[in-house]
């Protein structure tokens, strides 16, 4: 089974709008890490955001937020005011904390085009 | 902002050479890490180093791959003798728990090409 999935292969977004980008996830381990991370056509992979399994409140970062839905297993990324420096592949991944792995699992992205 | 450097950006080799790609961590990070990404495809975990060990490996990481941390900044992935299929993105990061589960913070890529 698919530990985190992400349904939408591609999004567009009108610049300025908001967006949210959709991830859920599967787990049976009660204490887990959900990350957000940005990759442009340039390769890079940048860290967005971060929300635990035990946080109580959605987690924010600027124009970023999550939208974290425990009892759905669900960790959906809002944009806020999209900019077209926005345009950009998007994975959401999970890190199970509980057991003896550390590695991120990671979903199969979601391509996003803001556009003018 | 500190940040994972990667050394070369890009490396071209032929089937069978042998490979290093390097990394500088941040440096109060406890945890690395080697992630690969082949175009078009989801980032794969390769392996996951910390005190100066191996802590996890995929089944990726085979006889072929090895890690080390030679001094206190370097972290070095090294590919024995590639093959055609290690051509990718390969990623290294790190990480220092926070709360439950660390962060990870990860470099700009290597995109090895193997001819």
């Known amino acids: 089974a698919q530990k985190i999935t992400q349904t939408q292969p591609g999004m567009f977004v009108q610049e300025k709008e908001a967006v949210t980008l959709d991830c859920t996830y599967d787990t049976s381990d009660p204490s887990y890490g959900l990350f957000w991370y940005k990759q442009p056509s340039s390769g890079e992979m940048i860290f967005l955001i971060y929300q635990g399994s035990y946080d109580q409140q959605n987690a924010t970062e600027g124009r970023y937020s999550l939208n974290f839905q425990k009892a759905r297993k669900s960790a959906n990324l809002v944009i806020s005011a999209s900019q077209l420096g926005d345009s950009a592949m998007y994975f959401c991944?999970?890190?199970?904390?509980?057991?003896?792995?550390?590695?991120?699992?990671f979903g199969s992205g979601t391509q996003l085009t803001v556009l003018p | 902002e500190p940040e994972v450097t990667q050394t070369p950006s890009h490396q071209v080799t032929q089937m069978g050479q042998e490979v290093i790609l390097r990394c500088v961590p941040i440096s109060n990070h406890l945890y690395f890490y080697w992630y690969r990404q082949i175009l078009g495809q989801k980032v794969e975990f390769l392996v996951s180093?910390?005190?100066?060990?191996?802590?996890?490996k995929s089944e990726i990481f085979d006889d072929q791959f090895s890690v080390e941390r030679p001094d206190g900044s370097n972290f070095t992935l090294k590919i024995r003798s590639t093959k055609l299929e290690d051509s990718a993105m390969y990623f290294c990061?790190?990480?220092?728990?926070?709360?439950?589960?660390?962060?990870?913070?990860f470099g700009s890529g290597t995109q090895l090409s193997v001819l």
């Open positions: 991944a999970m890190r199970e904390v509980s057991g003896s792995a550390r590695q991120l699992t």
């Open positions: 990061a790190s990480g220092i728990p926070t709360g439950g589960a660390e962060k990870l913070f």
């Open positions: 180093f910390y005190n100066n060990e191996i802590s996890e």
